[in-house]
């Protein structure tokens, strides 16, 4: 035995930039998946430690490492684009999924058959190469139509240096791409991911050329609006097509005079426009103008024939009452 296991340390495992593998299977024998390893990025810059030890009570792994990770900052992966990753005008859940990515932790079939999860199995858009990430967001024929869409229309050409999931466009060192390319970028892989996830477990086919259109719109919905706008909780909370059509109402204006703007819109699960107006109304209080505003729209939508299923307003009052007196 060519180590002590009482003195070991993670960096006694790491032989210039790469794992000892030789090391690592006197320590664990047959009990790690090589395969994976080998494949995996690993920094050796930063000295490393153990965070969690099994007689850590009554903390859990999670925040035993982000205590650990938040007490020192020299400590932190020293690459420039993860902070550009938190960045980007996107929503939490395509920052995050792109966090993963960039970790080399989406769940590709790829991903299951290097941990021994799952037989390697073809990408569900082409059935002709294998699903790693570099193929899913990238290299696939049927995404590559994706990213053409995407060239036209930023009006440049998209190509990813080292791949996409090297994550180089998004380092400030080496991207050529604004802040608003690369909000974009996230998003469509985002989308790419969950049409890939539709296809997978429901066996629906996801309109994959509008992707670059919904991210565009959902980056211009994070860029342009203020952090209260809510067609923004229409993408966060995931509705379905059973929610849809969407009624959106707001009112603004002052107590002073009494006079308020109301406007609405109504649209579908893909933010296609079905109908949008607007009025004055005169109104003691906030809650009288946001109540007006809704019946207004109610009725606007009645004229027409048409019809919501959900409804955003942004008065939580109203909200109760409404609810208090449907019960
Ligand atoms: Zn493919």
Redesign the pocket.
């Known amino acids: 035995m060519s180590y002590n296991l009482d003195s070991l340390r993670v960096s006694n495992l790491v032989l210039e930039n790469s794992w000892n593998l030789n090391l690592l299977y006197e320590v664990f024998g047959n009990n790690l998946n090589f395969d994976y390893l080998i494949n995996d990025k690993i920094s050796s810059n930063n000295e490393n430690c153990w965070v969690w030890y099994p007689k850590s009570r009554k903390h859990k792994l999670t925040s035993m490492v982000y205590a650990h990770f938040n007490k020192d900052a020299s400590t932190l992966n020293p690459w420039d684009g993860w902070a550009n990753i938190w960045r980007l005008k996107i929503g939490p859940r395509p920052k995050h999924f792109l966090w993963l990515l960039l970790h080399n932790g989406i769940k590709t079939y790829d991903y299951l058959y290097r941990l021994n999860l799952g037989p390697q199995t ?8 294998v ?1 790693t990430s570099e ?2 967001f990238n ?5 590559q139509l994706i990213w053409n869409s995407v060239s036209s229309a930023l009006g440049k050409q998209v190509n990813f240096q080292g791949g996409f999931s090297s994550g180089n466009w998004l380092s400030p060192a080496l991207s050529e791409y604004t802040k608003y390319d690369q909000s974009v970028f996230a998003v469509v892989a985002w989308l790419i991911w969950k049409a890939r996830c539709i296809l997978v477990f429901q066996n629906e086919i996801t309109d994959m050329l509008a992707i670059p259109i919904r991210a565009i719109n959902h980056v211009r919905e994070f860029s342009q609006t203020s952090s209260s706008h809510h067609g923004k909780q229409l993408i966060l909370n995931n509705f379905t097509f059973t929610d849809n059509p969407f009624l959106f109402v707001s009112s603004a204006g002052s107590i002073e005079n009494g006079v308020f703007g109301a406007g609405f819109y109504l649209t579908d699960t893909n933010s296609q426009l079905i109908c949008a107006g607007s009025c004055s109304n005169c109104a003691d209080s906030v809650l009288e103008a946001d109540a007006l505003a809704l019946s207004s729209a109610l009725g606007s939508l009645f004229a027409s024939d048409l019809q919501t299923c959900t409804i955003f307003i942004a008065n939580a009052e109203l909200y109760y009452i409404i609810k208090d007196g449907a019960s």
């Open positions: 073809f990408c569900k858009f082409c059935n002709l190469d699903e193929h899913l290299t696939c024929t049927k995404v």
